[in-house]
């Protein structure tokens, strides 16, 4: 089901966080790998970020004790994964390179907004629209993203908190219900084709894939996909 593409009709904005509004700096498989290191293992970031990916993908969505994805315990067995069944890392030295990596990805200095980030979510509240930010993350993303100046957000929702994830419907249909509007009045905007734009579809909201990478304009292809957080502003503006 795709919603209407009257973009003037919109009473609300949903955006992703990672990969879309910010990004680790350096990337995620260095920092780990600059920790691993740290701790006197040899491994490079490219081969971190591949242990790294074997990691997630070897754990459950839900753990034994009942932790979801991203919470602090399901990130410990993950890093107790890659460090000490991995790379081999001994157990007395895993606290405190858990502990590393916990303050590091706690830290807003890690992260660097996009370019247009803030210009966007001013541009959405200038015109009247209710913002939110609906992401597959931990916790601690509400202070994260204090921290990086940007918003103010009228919600934020956090996988991790909500025991949900993108892309089932059931976590945007949450973000809708606390915001007071319907699917067809909501834009959601991320990254990932499958969490982002098909999660956000399947309930009615339009939806925005964010593609960085894409070689024509937005005006040049359909308008499901832009470039660049300055496009999903410019088409607020138009629609306005």
């Given at each position: 089901m795709h919603a209407p593409t009257d973009l003037?009709?919109?009473?609300?904005?949903?955006?992703?966080?990672?990969?879309?509004?910010?990004?680790?700096?350096?990337?995620?498989?260095?920092i780990y790998a600059e920790a691993a290191r740290g701790?006197?293992?040899?491994?490079?970031?490219?081969?971190?970020?591949?242990?790294?990916?074997?990691?997630?993908?070897?754990?459950?969505?839900?753990?034994?004790?009942?932790s979801f994805r991203y919470t602090r315990p399901w990130f410990e067995a993950f890093i107790e994964h890659v460090f000490v069944e991995q790379l081999?890392?001994?157990?007395?030295?895993?606290?405190?390179?858990?502990?590393?990596?916990?303050?590091?990805?706690?830290?807003?200095a890690t992260f660097r907004l996009f370019p247009g980030a803030r210009e966007l979510v001013d541009a959405a509240r200038a015109r009247g629209l209710r913002t939110a930010i609906v992401s597959n993350w931990s916790e601690p993303l509400p202070q994260l993203v204090e921290g990086l100046g940007l918003g103010p957000f009228d919600?934020?929702?956090?996988?991790?908190?909500?025991?949900?994830?993108k892309p089932e419907?059931?976590?945007?249909?949450?973000?809708?219900a606390r915001l007071g509007v319907e699917p067809s009045e909501a834009l959601h905007v991320g990254d990932s084709r499958r969490n982002d734009v098909l999660g956000?579809?399947?309930?009615?909201?339009?939806?925005?894939?964010?593609?960085?990478?894409?070689?024509?304009?937005?005006?040049?292809?359909?308008?499901?996909?832009?470039?660049s957080l300055n496009e999903v502003r410019e088409l607020l503006i138009s629609a306005d």
């Open positions: 003037s009709r919109l009473r609300a904005l949903l955006l992703d966080f990672g990969g879309t509004l910010a990004a680790e700096v350096p990337s995620r498989g260095a701790a006197g293992l040899d491994v490079s970031d490219h081969a971190m970020a591949a242990r790294m990916g074997a990691a997630h993908d070897a754990l459950p969505l839900e753990l034994a004790d009942g081999g890392l001994g157990r007395g030295r895993l606290e405190g390179v858990k502990e590393e990596l916990f303050a590091r990805f706690a830290d807003a919600l934020i929702l956090a996988s991790a908190s909500e025991r949900l994830e419907a059931a976590l945007f249909e949450r973000a809708l956000a579809e399947a309930l009615g909201i339009y939806a925005l894939l964010l593609d960085r990478g894409a070689e024509s304009s937005a005006r040049e292809r359909p308008l499901r996909v832009v470039r």
